[in-house]
């Protein structure tokens, strides 16, 4: 008998949630409806945060905050290499330039220590960034107190990529507050802690940004006299005062994305209690089991493993011949053809490299069984010892 394929991440959909979207289908908005303000608006309370701008990916979402920041040509974006390409691409849409800061080797987040150095040299040079993307990878937040130290010391402006981090918290309080930043931006991608099947969501605690990023979202269209230059010629006019994309979440994501909110809380307790179940299986194993800051409490997107670079290829093809669905989360991005392309080489950010010669994700998701997580650290042992 063939074994059961365990993804490495995977949505969970009640009936409630079927339900959801159903009773939106049949409503009279599939989108512009009441749905999607009321996702914004239990995100927003959720993370204590004034403002929440639903999209249609976090990718949008990247895009309109780098916009909402005023990046263009002749700007630089700084984001870290070991993330998915979404975090530099942002900056590409705008005209800017990317450039990385290396992770820490322990905690795989931005080093504070790398980032300081980088803005001291590029202060001299005369080429601060405007912004910079630190990524929650993992789920587990940046140490985000050093970054924004840093950062605001140079006028940078941070963009948290908080994609893995929905219901996370850091220095006791929810990830996308907004405590150290500008903007947070969320995604809802089916492997994500809760989904909208697509989508994104930025959160801000200025008014202003928020206004520009829903300008961003949708055409830089406004219906608000007060945003335009002349009187209203009349009820049906609107003014198109930025240029501002099709990036709106639908209403059958919005009422998804509801639907999930209430269920947030049960995934990250369900999640965490897996990492801390693996954390006692592995215990023994040749391998490194994920760090967490004192300051961090994980959403537990991901549980990236470490095993010896040399043995790394053969452990990876073993768990995928045996229905385990490991995965490797990133390739450092510099190392892509479309970044070698703009000059990056290998070589020029070690620990991102090192990491990525080393990591493995295994699976973890809400609906992962005990048993199916038992099967995986047997398979992950069996692995290990053909390659001791
Ligand atoms: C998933 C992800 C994104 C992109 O999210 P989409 O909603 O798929 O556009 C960006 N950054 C990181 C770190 C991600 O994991």
């Known amino acids: 008998m ?10 969970d959909i009640s009936d409630e949630d079927i339900e959801a979207v159903v009773t939106t289908l049949r409503s009279d908005f599939l989108t512009q409806g009441p749905q999607v303000p009321a996702f914004e608006a239990l995100v927003a309370q959720y993370c204590g945060v004034a403002h929440a701008v639903a999209m249609n990916s976090a990718t949008s979402a990247l895009h309109v905050a780098c916009i909402a920041l005023d990046l263009g040509a002749g700007d630089w974006l700084w984001t870290v290499p070991n993330t998915f390409v979404a975090s530099a691409n942002c900056a590409l849409y705008c005209g800017a330039q990317v450039d990385f800061v290396d992770i820490d080797p322990v905690t ?8 300081e150095a980088k803005l001291k040299q590029a202060d001299a040079d005369g080429k601060l960034p405007k912004i910079i993307v630190p990524v929650h990878l993992c789920g587990q937040s940046c140490d985000m107190e050093a970054i924004a130290q840093i950062a605001r010391s140079f006028g ?17 309080r929810p990830v996308g507050d907004c405590r150290y930043s ?14 909208t099947a697509e989508g994104g969501l930025a959160t801000t605690q200025d008014a202003a940004l928020a206004r520009k990023m829903e300008l961003g979202r949708s055409h830089g269209i406004t219906r608000e006299a007060d945003e335009m230059t002349q009187a209203p ?7 198109q ?3 501002g994309y099709n990036y709106r979440m639908t209403e059958l994501q919005g009422a998804l994305g509801v639907s999930q909110m209430t269920r947030l809380d049960d995934f990250v307790a369900r999640r965490r209690q897996l990492a801390a179940q693996y954390d006692d299986l592995l215990t023994g194993l040749p391998l490194q089991c994920p760090v967490q800051h004192p300051d961090a409490n994980s959403s537990w997107h991901l549980y990236v493993v470490r ?8 452990i990876f093809a073993a768990l995928r011949a045996a229905r385990i669905g490991v995965n490797l989360h990133y390739i450092p991005v510099h190392m892509q053809p479309y970044y070698r392309g703009m000059g990056f080489e290998f070589g020029q950010f070690p620990n991102s490299e090192a990491y990525y010669a080393e990591a493995i994700s295994i699976p973890l998701y809400a609906g992962l069984t005990d048993a199916d997580q038992i ?14």
């Not at 063939?2 to 949505?11: A, S």
């Not at 010629?233 to 003014?239: R, S, T």
């Not at 095993?307 to 053969?314: G, Q, T």
């Not at 099967?375 to 001791?388: D, I």
Request: net charge negative.
């Open 2 to 11: 063939t074994e059961n394929f365990i993804p490495y991440g995977r949505q």
């Open 108 to 115: 795989y987040t931005m080093c504070p220590a790398a980032l």
């Open 156 to 172: 940078v402006k941070i963009v948290e990529d908080a994609s893995h981090s929905i219901g996370a918290d850091h220095q006791g």
């Open 182 to 195: 500008e903007i947070t931006v969320f995604s809802f991608h089916p492997v994500k802690i809760i989904t």
């Open 233 to 239: 010629d009349g009820p049906w006019y609107y003014q």
């Open 241 to 243: 005062i930025s240029l």
């Open 307 to 314: 095993v010896a670079a040399k043995h790394h290829a053969a």
């Open 375 to 388: 099967r995986v650290v047997a398979e992950l042992a069996n692995a290990l010892a053909a390659t001791a």
